[in-house]
């Protein structure tokens, strides 16, 4: 994907992320690459924001929206 030098660096530490939030799980499971390019273009600092991305549903949301925010807002 094409993605400016701040998307990669998003993108990047979203990969980081999603390793951790995937606990052994295969890192798809959480998100997988397309969705993760959309939320390092996006960089969503809410919830509602994060909602909004093809990708995350309301179960994703629940349950990975919080530690996805806060990634963003750190970022940004």
Same mark, same amino acid.
């Given at each position: ?11 990047e530490r979203l990969k980081t992320l999603r390793t951790e ?7 798809? /499971? /959480? ?5 993760? /390019? ?29 530690? /996805?925010?806060?990634?963003?807002t750190r970022l940004t």
């Open positions: 994907a094409d993605l400016d030098a701040d998307s990669a660096a998003r993108f939030l995937a606990a052994g799980k295969p890192a798809y /499971v /959480v998100f997988d690459n397309k969705t993760l /390019v959309s939320i390092a273009r996006m960089a969503p600092t809410t919830k509602s924001a994060l909602g909004k991305i093809s990708g995350v549903g309301p179960a994703k949301l629940d349950k990975y929206g919080e530690a /996805v925010t806060e990634l963003m």
